[in-house]
Structures are given as C-alpha cells and as structure tokens.
T-cell receptor
C-alpha cells in the first residue's frame, strides 16, 4: 500500500513570497491533516479535513494560510505572504476517519525555509 | 485542555542498555495515547498506541509502554538499545471519544545511542 505522498520535499523562498504544498493521502482515507513542525517542537495541527469538509481549522493563521481538499482526495496548503516564522516542516497525515480509528499515517514532510 | 509533557529533550544511552523515555499527559477524560518515532528527514511512524483496558502496550521494534492512570504517565521503554533506535520520539494524546481524533504532541525526545 502506498503511503502519504508530499511534494516538494524542500522549498526555500524569501519573505513575502507565496508557496504551496501538495499532499496525496493513502487511498480510502477520509480524514486528512496538515501539521506544522517548528524545529525543536512537536507537530502542531493546522487544519483537519473529513472528506472535502473542514473539521478543525482553529489553529490555522487564516490571514496568510489557506488549504483546500476539493475532491476529498489530495490537498494543497498555501502560504501567502510567507513570514520568517513560517520556516518549519509541514507534515501531511491521513487516517480512515472512522470512530475509534485514530491512527494517523504521516508523509515525509516539506521543509520550508523562509529567508 | 489536553497536553503532553516529555521529560528530557535529549536522552543518551549505550548500545544494549535500557531505553526509558518519559511522557506525562493531562486530559479531562481517559485519552488515547501514542508514541511516534521520527528519523531524520522523514515523517512520523507509529510505534504503539493505547486505546483500551490493556495497560501494557507492545509496539514495533521491541518497544513497549505502560499506561498508568494514577500517575498520568505513558513512558516508553525498550530493554536493550540498538544503534538503529537513534531518532526523535514523540508522545501524543487524543481525546477518547472525540470525533476528530486530533493529536496533541509533546515536544519530543531525541535518543542517542552510543556504541
């Protein structure tokens, strides 16, 4: 079974530029998560989708971050404009999304450096 | 609100020695608990999870963890460390019965294994 795919793996941009990340979850997984992992910290949830609907985006900085999952499969996360403090690894995860099925499978992440 | 505290950001052991990584949680309801491992430049991989009445949980690669409700702890152990165990380990909590399955992560503990 293929795992969670993410691209690009690395991205370097200057502040105030925009950037987009892509995630393709495991086939059949209804729930998709985007996490931000700042160096030296644990991952922090940014947004959670159930199929193509948003379940939780309470920690997403909506003035600059946006995410979509239009067809309930793959997803994109965008930052516009980027700030220095956005430098982090952005992890995508997916799960079956059924009651009691809490195991999340993680992709390799996209490492973003904002200069 | 749920939270996770991992004691020790860095633990160093000799090859063959006992590995003990500490995790304490706070939750208003009995939670689901997880340990994930992250190798350099990779995503998180599930080691083990606690979701039931069995308080001693066995995971992959010889790791196990014991849920102690009275101590609100879920420490990770391995009897004999191997060089390949060097990685960062994250403890996470999810609210039992929560529909979202959101994970709250600790800050992580980096394990070094000396030959």
């Amino acid at each position: 079974e293929a795992g969670v795919a993410q691209s690009p793996r690395y991205k370097i941009i200057e502040k105030r530029q925009s950037v987009a990340f892509w995630c393709n979850p495991i086939s059949g997984h209804a729930t998709l998560y985007w996490y931000q992992q700042i160096l030296g910290q644990g991952p922090k949830l940014l947004i959670q989708f159930q199929n193509n609907g948003v379940v939780d985006d309470s920690q997403l900085p909506k003035d600059r971050f946006s995410a979509e999952r239009l067809k309930g499969v793959d997803s994109t996360l965008k930052i516009q404009p980027a700030k220095l403090e956005d430098s982090a690894v952005y992890l995508c995860a997916s799960s079956l999304g059924q009651p009691g099925q809490h195991e999340q499978f993680f992709g390799p992440g996209t490492r973003l450096t904002v200069l | 609100a749920q939270s996770v505290t991992q004691l020790g950001s860095h633990v160093s052991v000799s090859e063959g020695a006992l590995v003990l990584l500490r995790c304490n949680y706070s939750s208003s309801v009995p939670p689901y608990l997880f340990w994930y491992v992250q190798y350099p430049n990779q995503g998180l991989q599930l080691l083990l999870k606690y979701t039931s009445a069995a308080t001693l949980v066995k995971g992959i690669n010889g790791f196990e963890a014991e849920f102690k409700k009275s101590e609100t702890s879920f420490h990770l152990t391995k009897p004999s460390a191997h060089m390949s165990d060097a990685a960062e380990y994250f403890c996470a909590v999810s609210e039992r019965g929560g529909s979202q399955g959101n994970l709250i992560f600790g800050k992580g503990t980096k394990l070094s294994v000396k030959p």
